[in-house]
Each structure stands twice: as structure tokens, then as C-alpha cells.
């Protein structure tokens, strides 16, 4: 698919961005601006270095100069509840803020609404991605830290029939336990492994970012050939040892590029109130992330 050819950049093109510590390696620019360009948007999408300590100045910096909107990423997810002027319902609903949008509220005037869109992405990219039906699923989700929480609450929301939370820090899992509990009291929810076979066994800890990771799991406690189907949230590389060892399990697999292209193509609908060109923003990120 060749690129759409973007808009020359004049006085009255309009600015959105990602913010992050680090940004370096963020692929969402490319992603979003070939999404931006396929919608004819004299629009531009960046990627900006900002510390935590200077969200609260950046947000408003960016509203000043009439900013679209901006993604965050990490650290900002959970400071920023605090620096927005109203919440969508997802935000609430998720305790995190990764989508904000700037509108005019009254002349003069343009206020900032925070919203999450990385939930929703999660569930999608299970369903289309390894084609599962969550609703009464048995699952196993590793990692209990912003994602990891953020997938347990959906999944949960979304109706599966039984969780398992294994994380490192135990007491983390189990203040993760804890909070799906209060939301949905008839779920059966584990602190540690399955005995028995589960349909979803999904890495949402940092292992495997490099090559030389273990494996996110205790392989004397659990084996993949439990598992019906593996999904990890890293998407660069495209293999973690994770996935790998799941295909030899004969699992089905797929990792998070999807999460992120479909956390990223709700972020552009927000704003452009326009259906985003998903096989477009697939295709650049991809040929980002990947080379091809
Ligand atoms: P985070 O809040 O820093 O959480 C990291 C998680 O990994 C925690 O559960 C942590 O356990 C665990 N962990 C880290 N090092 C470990 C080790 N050496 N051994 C065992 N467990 C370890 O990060 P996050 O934002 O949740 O991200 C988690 C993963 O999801 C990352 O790989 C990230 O790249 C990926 N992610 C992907 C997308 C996407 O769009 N595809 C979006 C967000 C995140 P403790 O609690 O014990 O520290």
C-alpha cells in the first residue's frame, strides 16, 4: 500500500503529539501521520520528549498553540487524571489518561477532556488478532503493573469466567485482585497460576523486551501447553521468547501491535470525529516498527 501524501505544512496546519520519558523509540508518529494524511487532515503528529515534572506545563503549551490533542505514554498515564479539565467516562472507568483532546467550549475558551483508549484496544486486538470469544474465557494474564492492571479490568469487565493474576511483586496482583473483586463480585479471581488448561495466557510484563529475557512465567508451576492461545502486549521484538515458546506449544499467538495501532486509531477518531483508515496506520506502523 503506498503512503498517502500528506498536506504542505502552512499556517493553518493544526498540531497533535505523543508525550513521553522516554519518546525516543514511539512509533505512533508514523502510525498517525499516514492515518492524519489518508483523512486529508492538514494536520502534523509529534513526538515530544517531556518529563513528568513538566506535563502539566506541556499540556497547557500545547492547548495554547491550538493543539489538536496529544497522546501520553509512560510516565504521564496516571498524572495527568489530575491536570485535565474533565474526564470521559473511559478515563474514569480505567484510572488513566493516554488521549487528550482540546476543544472550544466557549468563545475564547478551550477546555481539556482526558480519556483512555488503551482498554478497549486490549480486548480488541484479542478478539480480531487470535479471533477468542472472552466472554466466560479462562485466563491467565502475567503482570500487574499500568497495562497488566488496565487488561484485568477489562477483561473482567468484558465478562471472562476466570482470572488468573501472577505478578512478580505478589502484592501487587493482589491489590489488583482486590479492586476486580469490588467491581465484580461474582468473578472468580486467582492470585497464581491455573492448575487446569486455560483458553488465554497474556504477557503483559516488561520480559521480553530483550532477547536474553526469561520467560514472564514460573515453567515449574505452569507449561503453555496449558494454554489454547498466547498474547503478548511487546510488539518490538515481534518474537519474545514468550511467543516463541508458545508456537512450539502449538498455541495460537499474536503480539500487542495491535493494542497499540488500535489505542492509537481511537485517539485519531476523538479528534477528527472521522473513521480511522486502519489498513493505512497498520501498514506505517508496521513498516516502522518492523522494516516491511
Ligand atoms: P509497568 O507499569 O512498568 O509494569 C511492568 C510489569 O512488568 C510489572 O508487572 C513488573 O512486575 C513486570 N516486570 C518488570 N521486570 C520484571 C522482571 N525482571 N521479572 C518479572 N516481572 C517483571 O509497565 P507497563 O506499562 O504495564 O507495560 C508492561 C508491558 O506492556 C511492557 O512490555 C510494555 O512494552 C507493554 N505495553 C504494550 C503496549 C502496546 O500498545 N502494545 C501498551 C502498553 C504497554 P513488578 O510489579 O513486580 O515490578
Not at 513538566?54 to 496516571?78: C, Q, S, W, Y
Not at 495460537?252 to 483508515?277: H, R
Amino acid at each position: 500500500m503506498s503512503a498517502p501524501f500528506p498536506a504542505p505544512i502552512d499556517s493553518s496546519t493544526r498540531y497533535c503529539a505523543v508525550f513521553g520519558h522516554p519518546i525516543k523509540h514511539s512509533a505512533s508518529p508514523a502510525m498517525q501521520n499516514a492515518g492524519i494524511a489518508a483523512l486529508g487532515l492538514n494536520w502534523r503528529y509529534l513526538a515530544c520528549e517531556v518529563h513528568p515534572d513538566h506535563l502539566r506545563e506541556a499540556i497547557a503549551g500545547a492547548k495554547r498553540m491550538g493543539f489538536v490533542g496529544v497522546n501520553l505514554t509512560v510516565p504521564h498515564k496516571l498524572l495527568a487524571i489530575e491536570m485535565v479539565d474533565a474526564l470521559d467516562t473511559s478515563a474514569r472507568t480505567w484510572g488513566a489518561v493516554n488521549t487528550i483532546q482540546f476543544e472550544a467550549d466557549a468563545p475564547g475558551n478551550v477546555a481539556t477532556r482526558g480519556f483512555n483508549t488503551d482498554a478497549d484496544a486490549i480486548t480488541r486486538s484479542l478478539q480480531e488478532d487470535l479471533s477468542i470469544t472472552l466472554r466466560g474465557a479462562r485466563v491467565l494474564l502475567l503482570g500487574a503493573g499500568g497495562a497488566g492492571r488496565t487488561a484485568a479490568l477489562k477483561l473482567a469487565a468484558h465478562g471472562v469466567g476466570e482470572l488468573h493474576l501472577v505478578n512478580r511483586t505478589e502484592s501487587k496482583a493482589a491489590a489488583v485482585a482486590a479492586e476486580i473483586q469490588q467491581r465484580h463480585p461474582g468473578l472468580k479471581v486467582i492470585v497464581g497460576y491455573p492448575k487446569t488448561e486455560v483458553d488465554l495466557v497474556l504477557n503483559a510484563t516488561s520480559l521480553g523486551l530483550r532477547l536474553e529475557d526469561r520467560l514472564p512465567f514460573d515453567d515449574k508451576k505452569f507449561s503453555l501447553r496449558q494454554a489454547r492461545a498466547a498474547y503478548d502486549m511487546i510488539y518490538r521484538p515481534a518474537e519474545t521468547p514468550f511467543l516463541k515458546a508458545a508456537k512450539a506449544a502449538s498455541c495460537l499467538t499474536a503480539n500487542g501491535l495491535g493494542m497499540l495501532l488500535y489505542q492509537g486509531s481511537k485517539a485519531l477518531e476523538i479528534w477528527s470525529g472521522q473513521t480511522a483508515p486502519i489498513a493505512v496506520m497498520r501498514a506505517a506502523l508496521e513498516k516502522n516498527v518492523y522494516g516491511h
